[in-house]
């Protein structure tokens, strides 16, 4: 996979924690005569800067199950420029009411690289979001172009309106976790143009100390946060 390089599932019916890996170069520096590096700074935290949902672009573009969010993340202290490093993820399930059936490989799974100061590249109806000092993307979404998730008999044996996961996520810089995030994902039952949806909708907010105090914000003007329902959108809340 090239450097900052992504993948989506072809048929579009995973879960997107996992698949957004990077592939850096190796460390340079190796040899007997190679002395030991000194110690390096290491950021104090990571925190949500802002949210973008694209639920209402995904299902207005015809997905039967969809979206989340893009998580713009800050790494602290920004004193400190961190562009050129990178941070990698550790997921655990916290709680869900959905089956264990309803998405794959399920929205707690995951161990990503994420390169600090990167854009994102375009994918879907998401579109490349810009390179920004100290900060780095993250990809938070369950979809499906051909399936609505609780509508389907195999994934929703039970036939539930609506069910809720919750993930921790936790952040490490050389191996020592420097900020951790609760991610949860609302699924419920909608229509749309006719057609049986699932609307998911994301929320992402801060667990770390460091990042204590924060708000989770927005991009101006880009519908940041949880995404609201379709025009026409049903289910139980």
């Not at 995904?58 to 800050?74: C, K, P, T």
């Not at 790494?75 to 400190?80: A, E, H, Q, R, Y």
């Not at 919750?166 to 609760?182: A, E, F, K, L, P």
Request: proline share 9%.
């Amino acid at each position: 996979m090239p450097l900052f390089g992504a993948r989506e599932a072809s048929n579009g019916q995973g879960d997107d924690e996992g698949v957004e890996s990077v592939d850096g170069p190796s460390p340079v520096g190796s040899g007997s005569n190679a002395q030991p590096a000194p110690p390096r700074p290491r950021p104090t935290g990571t925190k949500v800067d802002a949210t973008t949902s694209y639920t209402q672009a995904a299902l207005q573009a015809g997905y039967l199950s969809g979206l989340g969010i893009v998580a713009r993340m800050q790494v602290l202290p920004d004193s400190t420029t961190w562009d050129g490093n990178e941070v990698v993820e550790s997921l655990q399930q916290v709680s869900s009411t959905c089956p264990d059936t309803l998405t794959r490989p399920g929205p707690c799974n995951g161990h990503s690289h994420f390169p600090i100061g990167a854009k994102l590249r375009a994918r879907g109806v998401r579109p490349e979001l810009p390179a920004t000092r100290n900060r780095f993307y993250d990809i938070h979404t369950s979809q499906s172009e051909d399936v609505s998730f609780l509508h389907d008999a195999t994934r929703n044996p039970k036939g539930i309106d609506s069910c809720e996961s919750v993930c921790r996520q936790d952040y490490s810089y050389d191996g020592v976790v420097i900020g951790s995030h609760s991610i949860r994902r609302q699924f419920r039952k909608g229509k749309l143009n006719n057609h049986d949806v699932t609307i998911i909708d994301v929320t992402k907010t801060d667990l770390a100390p460091a990042a204590a105090g924060n708000q989770q914000q927005g991009n101006p003007g880009s519908g940041g946060g949880s995404g609201s329902p379709p025009p026409g959108g049903g289910g139980k809340p």
